[in-house]
Structures are given as C-alpha cells and as structure tokens.
C-alpha cells in the first residue's frame, strides 16, 4: 500500500509564478516530513522538511505546509525558475528524523520561460 | 568536500547470479541508508547502518543484505538475482540517524537479465 501519495505524476508552471506540489499520506505515525529534488542520473536533493509540531516551514523561495488533520502536505516555490524544472520527492518518517524514509512516487514540475 | 560515492554506476548480472554494490559515504557521515528505486514502486527504503550496525531495515526479502565496516562504508549484496530486482539503488549518509539531513548518491543502475 502507498502510504505516500502524490497524485499529480506532472505540473507545468510559467517561469516567476507560484509552483504548488502536493503530498496526502495515510500514516498517522509519520512525524516528519521532507521534499527532495532530483535531476536524472543524480541521486535526490534535500530541500526542505518540516516536523509534525509546526504546520509551516520557509527556506528561501520554499514554503512547506503540513495539515496533520487532512494528512496533507504541500511544497509552494515562489517565485519559480526554469532551475527549478526537476522531479520532486515527498518523503515521511515515523522517527522523528530523516531515517527509514517513505518516499512518494514523485511530481515532475518543468518550469516554462 | 566529496559527496556520497557509489560503486560501480551501472550492472549488468544474469537471473540467480549475486551482485555486491558499494557506497562511501561523507567524510564524517557515520550513518548510511539504501533505498532501492523501481518505476512501479519508487523509492523504498532498504536498511540504515550505524557504526556497524543495522539500525532499520524496510520490507524487503532475506536475499537482499547489507554491512557496514568500521570506515563507515557500506556494502549491499542482493543473492539470487530476479528480474524484479532491476532498479536504481541509492546510498544516502547522515552524520548520524536522529539528525541531519540524508546527502544521496549518484545510485547503482543495475539490470537482471
């Protein structure tokens, strides 16, 4: 069963608007929560991550939001770059820490000029 | 500083034959995880070491094994080689399970024929 889901396999976005990645998970033990960038043939890219007591998370241009009640978690890139166009990651842990990942099945976002 | 090397990139092995892969991590890393990356599946979490230990280990058959040596490297042998084991594999090091953030690398292409 996927306990990480992302239901959107693709996301096209104008160069400079708001990119919006979406991430539901069925685990009520996960507690922390990550997104990873990956480009083809190189592993993924740490971006972000948030722990389950805070419900928001900002680093630059990247803005995790966690809804523990909808188990929904979402990844805004503003404003976005044509660096941006990548394969995007959510990921839980029941740890408390980047251990014993599950990973989502990916977004491609591709950022349009 | 180098990041997370993994050896050999590609591999090709037959049904039934074994394969070993190798993943060095950050200097300093003391924790090493493998994931195993298959388009139906995505990425799955494998195992975790830590100082020689196995710390976690995912929901994968007795076949699929892994170390770690006193460097911190880590090694992970999969016997009996099926065509289902086709995948990328990633290393990610971590100064230590319960913090920091999970560096990956390049991953091991390997395919079973």
């Known amino acids: 069963d996927q306990q990480v889901k992302q239901n959107s396999p693709s996301l096209s976005v104008q160069e400079g608007r708001i990119s919006i990645l979406n991430c539901d998970y069925t685990?009520?033990?996960?507690?922390?929560f990550l997104w990873y960038k990956k480009y083809p043939a190189e592993g993924p890219t740490f971006l972000i991550s948030?722990?389950?007591?805070?419900d928001k998370n900002e680093d630059g241009r990247f803005t995790v939001f966690l809804n523990k009640s909808a188990k929904h978690l979402s990844l805004h890139i503003v404003p976005s770059q044509p660096g941006d166009s990548a394969v995007y990651f959510c990921a839980a842990s029941d740890t408390g820490t980047a251990s014993k990942l599950t990973f989502g099945t990916g977004t491609r976002l591709q950022v349009t000029l | 500083k180098a990041g997370v090397t993994q050896t050999p990139r590609y591999l090709i092995k037959t049904r039934g034959q074994q394969v070993t892969l190798s993943c060095s991590p950050i200097?300093?890393?003391?924790?090493v995880s493998w994931y195993q990356q298959t388009p139906g599946q995505g990425l799955q979490f494998l195992f975790e070491y830590f100082s020689e230990t196995q710390r976690n280990k995912g929901n994968f058959p007795g076949r699929f094994s892994g170390r770690q040596f006193s460097n911190s490297r880590s090694e992970m042998n999969v016997s009996t080689l099926e065509l289902g084991d086709s995948a990328l594999y990633l290393c990610a090091s971590s100064l230590t399970p319960d913090g920091g953030t999970q560096y990956f690398g390049p991953g091991t292409r390997l395919l079973v024929l």
């Open positions: 685990n009520s033990m996960f507690d922390y």
């Open positions: 200097s300093g890393h003391r924790s």
């Open positions: 948030i722990s389950s007591i805070k």
